[in-house]
Nanobody
Framework: VQLQASGGGLVQAGGSLRLSCAAS????????MGWFRQAPEKERELVAR????????SYLDSVKGRFTISRDNAKNTVYLQMNSLKPEDSAVYYC????????????????WGQGTQVTVSS
């Protein structure tokens, strides 16, 4: 599956952004989808994960209550709604597709989008 992320930008602290990740291919609905982020000189970390049906989600502790991951299998798209953004949320955000529904390890995700920059000013 090929992935195309969009929706990043510059926003003030406390603001919101919605990231989208459009997938090509008819098998999108079987994949676990994840949003990762990577800030300069930091390791890539899983921000949110959603299973194939959308019923099971998981979040990084620091974004719980502020970010929401969702998916629309009919549109082959996964979303990340980010509210109450903080400067420490600034990073390049990547969407990824994998076959392991409970893994946070980047190596368990097989397909990656190109990344979209999110910058939160204080």
């Amino acid at each position: 599956v090929q992935l195309q992320a969009s929706g990043g930008g510059l926003v003030q602290a406390g603001g919101s952004l919605r990231l989208s990740c459009a997938a090509s291919g008819r098998t999108f609905s079987i994949y676990t989808m994840g949003w990762f982020r990577q800030a300069p000189e930091k390791e890539r970390e899983l921000v949110a994960r959603i299973n194939w049906s959308g019923w099971i989600t998981s979040y990084l502790d620091s974004v719980k209550g502020r970010f929401t991951i969702s998916r629309d299998n009919a549109k082959n798209t996964v979303y990340l709604q980010m509210n109450s953004l903080k400067p420490e949320d600034s990073a390049v955000y990547y969407c990824a597709a994998g076959n392991q529904p409970y893994s946070d390890d980047p190596s368990s995700f097989d397909s990656w989008g190109q990344g979209t920059q999110v910058t939160v000013s204080s």
